[in-house]
């Protein structure tokens, strides 16, 4: 197993179209994550899945996102009508870990997102 | 409100000296504290997590230690490399929120200069 892994690594998609990102986690893992980040700020917390269950979706989170974690294995990320305020690194990451358990988290390198 | 501080000011020094990169918290109860490296473009990489009953960890050149009632983490590389430069992430895991994911600080730029 490589890691987690994400794809594409990058996309410019104009403004108001749809974008869908794909996350491979490590295969293991029962914990996947969807973080975004901006330039000079840590990781944004988007979603939380743990196996096919989304347990968290952050407050901050639009109505334009929404991720799926079919069968408990890749996940999804999609954004419709993208805004320029999109543009970010999105970030996935995983873990292996029960309800109270907390590990370390492997993170893909990410898919850099420009909107024009 | 909660916030999770790291210094904003990259942090210069010179190669073999001991840098330490500070994590404060406010209004939260973290049951664990780790510590990530990010180079640029790339994706955070694990380096220690540390538990709310944990005074100090150490790997290698590296050392953490977790003081919750400064509500403080103090993160150090001892005999710094230039290799070493990359920003440094503390993130927390919020037990009393039932959040289950890590919540980060915005990062310190660490810069060793040979």
């Known amino acids: 197993d490589t890691g987690v892994s994400q794809d594409p690594r990058h996309k410019i998609t104009k403004r108001g179209q749809n974008v869908t990102f794909r996350c491979d986690p490590i295969?293991?893992?029962?914990?996947l994550y969807w973080y975004r980040q901006t330039l000079g700020q840590g990781p944004e917390f988007l979603t939380y899945f743990q196996n096919e269950a989304q347990l968290e979706k952050s407050r901050l989170l639009s109505d334009r996102f929404s991720a799926e974690r079919p069968k408990g294995s890749f996940s999804t990320l999609e954004i419709q009508r993208t805004e320029q305020g999109d543009s970010a690194m999105y970030l996935c990451a995983s873990s292996l870990g029960g309800v109270s358990m907390n590990t370390e988290a492997f993170f893909g390198q990410g898919t850099r997102l420009t909107v024009v | 409100s909660q916030k999770i501080e790291q210094n904003s000011e990259a942090l210069n020094i010179q190669e073999g000296k001991t840098a330490t990169l500070t994590c404060n918290y406010t209004n939260y109860s973290p049951a664990y504290l780790q510590w990530y490296r990010q180079d640029p473009g790339r994706g955070p990489v694990f380096l220690l997590l540390i538990r709310e009953n944990e005074k100090e960890k150490r790997k290698e050149r590296l050392k953490v230690t977790f003081d919750t009632t400064l509500k403080q983490s103090l993160f150090h590389i001892t005999a710094s490399q230039p290799a070493d430069s990359a920003t440094y992430l503390c993130?927390?895991?919020?037990?009393?929120?039932?959040?289950?994911?890590?919540?980060f600080g915005s990062g310190t730029r660490l810069q060793v200069q040979p």
């Open positions: 295969s293991e893992h029962n914990r």
């Open positions: 993130a927390l895991t919020l037990m009393d929120t039932g959040r289950r994911a890590l919540t």
